[in-house]
T-cell receptor, first 112, second 114 residues
Framework: TQLLEQSPQFLSIQEGENLTVYCNSS?????LQWYRQEPGEGPVLLVT?????EVKKLKRLTFQFGDARKDSSLHITAAQPGDTGLYLC????????????FGKGMKLTVNP | GAGVSQSPRYKVAKRGQDVALRCDPI?????LFWYQQALGQGPEFLTY????????KSGLPSDRFFAERPEGSVSTLKIQRTQQEDSAVYLC????????????FGPGTRLTVL
């Protein structure tokens, strides 16, 4: 069974601080996705990383896929209250199935 | 265009009741997924349709759970004889085709079983 472990699980920081969220597995993934979920809403895709070592930037968010495609990280620079939410990493299961396996998520609170 | 919609948004059921949760995917999307999200957890896969065919139901926790998509568009997840452990948010997602990784999620139905 492919598992994704996220750390930390909870983070409360002040506006302007930087943070990094980690997503780790003992399994190789063909790609990994990062989602953000706000209360009462479904997850919204932020980015998909496909190539080992790949780095993608989305405004103040930087996503990295590990060289071995077993881990990924999300770095947020100068966090803002609008960044508050649940950050989930997910990857497709092996065998060509389209279903996604998700980590438990990192609940981020950015205080003004 | 409209996104994935789900109804009802909230459902309270007494233990033992049957419930039906509806998902309207994005028009034209071939793939449809159901996930269960317990409080404080990430979503967990329940079942997957490609058009009207249910290709994977390995995540359904028991035979009390049943899903259908008879015309390849709207889908219904039915839970019979609900139990307290069924309390969760049920998320539906759709995807344009098999080759697209991106899944578009609906807002979910929060089910509370008393």
């Amino acid at each position: 069974t492919q598992l994704l472990e996220q750390s930390p699980q909870f983070l409360s920081i002040q506006e302007g601080e930087n943070l990094t969220v980690y997503c780790n597995s003992s399994s190789v993934f063909s790609s990994l996705q990062w989602y953000r979920q706000e209360p009462g809403e479904g997850p919204v895709l932020l980015v998909t990383v496909v190539t080992g070592g790949e780095v993608k930037k989305l405004k103040r968010l930087t996503f990295q896929f590990g060289d071995a495609r077993k881990d990924s990280s999300l770095h947020i620079t100068a966090a803002q209250p609008g960044d508050t939410g649940l950050y989930l990493c997910a990857g497709p299961t092996q065998g060509g199935s389209e279903k996604l396996v998700f980590g438990k998520g990192m609940k981020l609170t950015v205080n003004p | 265009g409209a996104g994935v919609s789900q109804s009802p948004r909230y459902k309270v059921a007494k233990r033992g009741q049957d419930v039906a949760l509806r998902c309207d995917p994005i028009s034209g999307h071939v793939s449809l997924f159901w996930y269960q999200q317990a409080l404080g957890q990430g979503p967990e896969f329940l079942t997957y349709f490609q058009n009207e065919a249910q290709l994977d139901k390995s995540g359904l926790p028991s035979d009390r759970f049943f899903a259908e998509r008879p015309e390849g568009s709207v889908s219904t997840l039915k839970i019979q004889r609900t139990q307290q452990e069924d309390s969760a948010v049920y998320l539906c997602a759709s995807s344009p085709d098999r080759e697209t990784d991106t899944q578009y999620f609906g807002p979910g139905t929060r089910l509370t079983v008393l």
